[in-house]
């Protein structure tokens, strides 16, 4: 009978870590979608909120999107990611955690002219179609078997492009350039959001105690964050209905 006990123990002892890796994958997985969505719900909060004290006080567009305060909305958030990816092994959670949604914060002020541009009835309609479609590539790179390494890397070399390309448009502005840059980057975003989500759930380890678990859950928070929003972006550049 104690034979049988060893023997049983041993055949279940691999059965009972892969149960537990699955459990704590998925609590970590939630962990970073929970955290993205009040991200983006904070960014949304944010732009409509600053769309709102604009409306009542036109002086207040002049102010910030036209003066230097433009400028700092638009740097403070970028050094903030740049800063929160290289510190971030020596943050604790909590201090990440912030940053994050003070970055998220600002950037939603940053993008309060969309409000002004655009139609409130289209910012809804491509809002629903992006976070239909960031779910359907988020699924897909979460449960495939395929390495999406490759697809990861010619995104990034896309992006690059895009960034290259928008700086271009900057000088010379081009509604046929804006249109190339738009696509591109839905399907850039697109295969970043599948390759992300797969990178983020190889990140996991049952081994990780929970300050380096908060630390990759916040992290990959704001990977997931940045696709959304950018794809977000450029499916309103191509499907919005202008004011």
């Known amino acids: 009978m104690s034979d049988f006990d060893r023997n049983y123990a041993a055949r279940s002892a691999p059965f009972g870590r892969a149960v537990a890796v699955d459990e704590g994958l998925r609590a970590y997985m939630l962990r970073v979608y929970n955290y993205m969505a009040i991200g983006v719900a904070l960014t949304g909060v944010a732009a409509y909120a600053t769309y709102q004290m604009v409306l009542s006080n036109?002086?207040?567009?002049?102010?910030?999107?036209?003066?230097?305060?433009?400028?700092?909305?638009?740097?403070?958030?970028?050094?903030?990611?740049?800063?929160?990816?290289?510190?971030i092994q020596h943050l604790q959670p909590a201090t990440a955690?912030?940053?994050?949604?003070?970055?998220?914060?600002?950037?939603?002020?940053?993008?309060?002219?969309?409000?002004?541009?655009?139609?409130?009835?289209?910012?809804?309609?491509?809002?629903?179609?992006?976070?239909?479609?960031?779910?359907a590539l988020s699924l897909y790179g979460y449960t495939?078997?395929?390495?999406?390494?490759?697809?990861?890397?010619?995104?990034?070399?896309?992006?690059?492009?895009?960034?290259?390309?928008?700086?271009?448009?900057?000088?010379?502005?081009?509604?046929?350039?804006?249109?190339?840059?738009?696509?591109?980057?839905?399907?850039?975003?697109a295969g970043l959001t599948a390759w992300d989500t797969q990178q983020?759930?190889?990140?996991?380890?049952v081994n990780d105690d929970g300050t380096i678990a908060g630390r990759k859950a916040i992290m990959g928070a704001l990977r997931l964050y940045l696709d959304f929003i950018n794809l977000f972006l450029m499916l309103l550049r191509l499907m919005g209905d202008r004011r």
Not at 108 to 132: E, M, N, Q
Not at 154 to 177: N, R, T, Y
């Open 200 to 205: 983020i759930k190889e990140m996991y380890s």
């Open 97 to 135: 955690q912030a940053l994050f949604f003070i970055y998220a914060a600002i950037l939603g002020v940053s993008l309060t002219p969309i409000f002004i541009v655009y139609t409130g009835a289209s910012i809804a309609r491509v809002f629903f179609i992006s976070a239909a479609s960031f779910g």
């Open 144 to 189: 495939t078997q395929r390495d999406l390494g490759p697809i990861g890397s010619f995104c990034i070399m896309g992006l690059f492009g895009i960034i290259l390309a928008s700086l271009v448009g900057l000088f010379f502005p081009s509604p046929g350039l804006s249109f190339v840059i738009s696509v591109v980057g839905v399907l850039v975003f």
């Open 58 to 87: 036109p002086s207040l567009q002049q102010t910030l999107f036209s003066g230097p305060l433009y400028f700092v909305l638009l740097f403070v958030p970028l050094g903030l990611v740049f800063f929160l990816s290289f510190r």
